[in-house]
């Protein structure tokens, strides 16, 4: 009697035992998933970051050849990049498709099927390119019915015409570099644009100003280099997807079967970022024009404090783009927790990024206003904007990190309807209420801009945790609403 209780207690804390080092060694997992997220977070992000700012420091290069060369040639390119940027910008978000849906498939190990996606999207991205291209060419007609004076609309068509010719190789080379980030090789889409840059500076030294033999073409010069090394950048992506890299994995050279619902795939998930970008891009241009009814010094300030929280922006999209990549691959794997790692390691990470930069937007304001204008009277009201770009870079970082994952998760309508009801129906009418009711001028605009940004960041959370509670209960058989 008394061994077999002894027997029944030494099973027991045997049982216990076991328990323990079960939960430790599942515990241990966890945290090794967590860790190897980070770091693939990382891996993923700062290439990507760094391509991004490369083509950020390409228009900054292009503006400030064009700006010494003259006045009125930078009020061309201004014009015409505004209209070129805006359809290039949808056309990419129309392109979104490509990298989620390679992700998707690399997750599974379907290699081939990764291929197929990009042979899928090139067509796609050349018909979306030539038909901006077609609708650019006409560009002096474009121009009037924007309501330019007769000079300035002559010389900014020009401009557009030549940004229009570079359309289609520009969308070539997002779409093969998005199919490179999608199977976790975003090392030569940044390589690329790193020699696009050294380029651009040669280039534009050339043609802007009219040097090794030819002539001095100012803007018009500035969109010939642009359009040249989009030309160049679509040709040396070609060669690393098509002949260099793992094209035989891939399947990059096989022909797709023709299936009219793996193309709708590509275009459902693009519809729903073109229209973020387009909702998100059009009610910034709207408060560009409300900010100039405030006065012309207003209006700079806004410009300066937009262009710094833009830089950060780039920073969150990197961030954004990473974990959208981990995301799909971890949808195809078909695994709730490396969803949610993949999620909130992606927040954590971008949080962490932007609470840096805010700390530096409250330690040196100044030091940013005076890299923008020697003017002291708008650096005055420049400062206090920066100041607040610190809360404006954390929310607007979050929401972008946050609709990234969701698109990653294949979850398209929501998260454009959150976004678009945050633009449109609280950040506009709060811009009315706070500027011009309660005469809080320029920084009333960037009060509504950080609510804005808030809501959209609360509401994008919040969708992320209800998608991965109903993917723990319905599992993923049930087809993703898009």
């Avoid at 804390?13 to 990382?42: A, D, H, M, P, Y």
């Avoid at 060419?137 to 030549?162: C, I, R, T, W, Y």
């Avoid at 289609?168 to 080379?173: G, H, R």
């Avoid at 619902?261 to 590509?266: D, F, H, S």
Wanted: positive net charge; charged residues 15%; glycine residues 8%.
């Amino acid at each position: 009697m008394r061994s077999e209780l002894y027997l029944k207690s030494d099973l027991k804390e045997k049982g216990r035992s076991l328990l323990s080092q079960r939960e430790e060694r599942e515990n241990r997992v966890f945290k090794l998933k967590i860790l190897r997220c980070f770091k693939e977070t990382w891996k993923l992000a700062i290439p990507v970051v760094i391509a991004r700012l490369g083509a950020v420091g390409m228009a900054l290069v292009d503006t400030v050849f064009v700006g010494r060369y003259s006045t009125q040639d930078l009020a061309y390119q201004s014009i015409a990049g505004t209209l070129h940027t805006l359809f290039l910008s949808v056309a990419m978000g129309l392109l979104q498709g490509t990298i989620v849906l390679t992700a998707n498939a690399f997750g599974q190990s379907k290699y081939r099927e990764c291929g197929m996606v990009l042979r899928r999207s090139i067509p796609y991205a050349l018909l979306i390119g030539f038909i901006l291209m077609v609708m650019c060419l006409p560009s002096e007609f474009v121009m009037n019915l924007l309501g330019q004076p007769e000079d300035v609309a002559q010389g900014s068509a020009k401009v557009l015409s030549v940004y229009a010719l570079g359309m289609p190789f520009a969308l070539l080379f997002f779409v093969m570099s998005s199919f490179l980030e999608g199977t976790k090789r975003p090392l030569p889409g940044m390589v690329m644009i790193l020699l696009a840059n050294v380029i651009n500076i040669f280039a534009n030294y050339a043609f802007v100003y009219g040097h090794y033999g030819f002539p001095a073409m100012g803007a018009v010069g500035s969109a010939v280099a642009t359009t040249l090394i989009r030309v160049i950048l679509a040709v040396g992506m070609f060669i690393i997807v098509f002949c260099i890299d793992e094209n035989d994995l891939y399947g990059v050279w096989v022909k797709p079967e023709k299936n009219k619902a793996e193309n709708k795939k590509i275009r459902d998930v693009g519809y729903g970022a073109a229209a973020t970008i387009g909702v998100e891009e059009g009610s910034y241009s709207v408060v560009n024009i409300m900010a100039g009814w405030l006065g012309a010094m207003a209006l700079g300030a806004y410009t300066i404090m937009l262009n710094v929280s833009t830089n950060v922006f780039v920073l969150a999209s990197g961030v954004g783009t990473a974990s959208a990549v981990l995301m799909g691959i971890a949808k195809g794997k078909k695994s709730v927790l490396e969803m949610k790692i993949v999620g909130y390691t992606g927040l954590i990470f971008n949080l962490a990024i932007m609470l840096l930069c805010s700390v530096f937007f409250l330690v040196c304001p100044e030091f940013i206003a005076s890299i923008y204008t020697k003017d002291p009277e708008l650096a005055k009201m420049t400062v206090p904007l920066v100041m607040i770009c610190s809360l404006l870079c954390i929310f607007d970082g979050t929401q972008q990190v946050m609709v990234n994952i969701l698109r990653g998760a294949v979850d398209i309508l929501v998260p454009t309807v959150c976004q678009g009801a945050a633009f449109i129906f609280i950040m506009l009418p709060l811009i009315w209420l706070f500027s011009f009711k309660w005469d809080h001028g320029v920084m009333g605009m960037t009060y509504a801009m950080i609510v804005a940004c808030a809501c959209a960041a609360v509401f994008l959370i919040i969708r992320f945790v209800l998608i991965c509670r109903r993917y723990e209960k319905e599992g993923f058989d049930r087809r993703t609403s898009v």
